[in-house]
């Protein structure tokens, strides 16, 4: 092969690859388009209405802190919304069939699903809390040395104090039926520590506001809201819209009402 033959060839792939650069770039930087993201004018949510209180239904509506974001984000991207309460075991069946438009139910993150769903940016982290009296905070897991931690027997608490205990043999752990009774045996002063997650937290904060704690992540469980995979711009359009409301402080207020 001559000289110029192999210049042209070479010229003629780098103006391809330019064109399909710029396509593909034009392709991501095109706004999202709403009719093609939500053809049927409405932005349907598949939802599990027995998780308070993130979602309930009293026999006429559904309510709950995932309702109020739904509503909040159909807003921001400015379409009516339709609720259809689902059992969780349907609720990614429902999305993949196309019933629903996206899910707003209390979703963990699930890896095995991502060949199918995409997921939003997190709104809520439910992950695994050491608490302790805000007088006496723990600044380091080193500094649980000698501490009684109290926990839920036999809960992902009770897994993640035995991972602490064979970093530090010295912990003593106290085992409770349910997660409360671990953050009343913190408050009542017969722990040093408590781990529970997240959401039993803040449940108990709104019991006793003036208990003063300090708290800080062991581990991460968020929830986020899933979206066909394929329907790019409803991804797009889900999620830039909880960017603006987390932006804005809206979703801590919509998550204080509620946690």
Request: net charge negative.
């Amino acid at each position: 092969m001559s000289m110029r033959v192999r210049l042209a060839l070479s010229l003629g792939l780098a103006l391809i690859t330019a064109g399909l650069l710029l396509l593909f770039a034009s392709w991501i930087e095109r706004p999202a388009d709403k009719a093609k993201a939500f053809p049927r004018g409405v932005m349907i949510v598949g939802v599990d209405a027995s998780v308070p209180p993130f979602a309930s239904d009293d026999g006429q509506a559904v309510y709950g802190l995932d309702i109020d974001l739904a509503n909040a984000i159909a807003l921001t991207i400015d379409l009516p919304v339709r609720f259809v309460n689902i059992s969780y075991y349907g609720l990614y069946d429902a999305l993949i069939s196309g019933e629903v438009d996206i899910l707003i139910s209390a979703l963990r993150v699930e890896e095995a699903r991502m060949d199918d769903v995409r997921y939003t940016r997190q709104y809520f982290d439910n992950g695994l809390l050491l608490v302790t009296r805000a007088e006496k905070p723990i600044s380091s897991l080193e500094g649980l040395a000698g501490q009684k931690v109290s926990y839920e027997f036999g809960s992902v608490a009770d897994t993640q104090l035995r991972v602490l205990e064979e970093k530090n043999e010295v912990i003593t752990g106290l085992p409770y039926e349910l997660p409360t009774y671990a953050l009343d045996s913190l408050r009542l002063g017969y722990a040093d520590a408590a781990i529970v997650d997240a959401i039993t937290l803040r449940l108990y904060q709104r019991r006793f506001a003036g208990w003063p704690s300090a708290q800080r992540y062991l581990t991460r469980d968020p929830y986020a809201i899933a979206v066909p995979r394929d329907n790019r711009d409803a991804w797009r359009l889900v999620d830039g819209a909880l960017a603006a409301l987390k932006e804005s402080g809206e979703l801590d207020r919509i998550i204080a009402m509620w946690l």
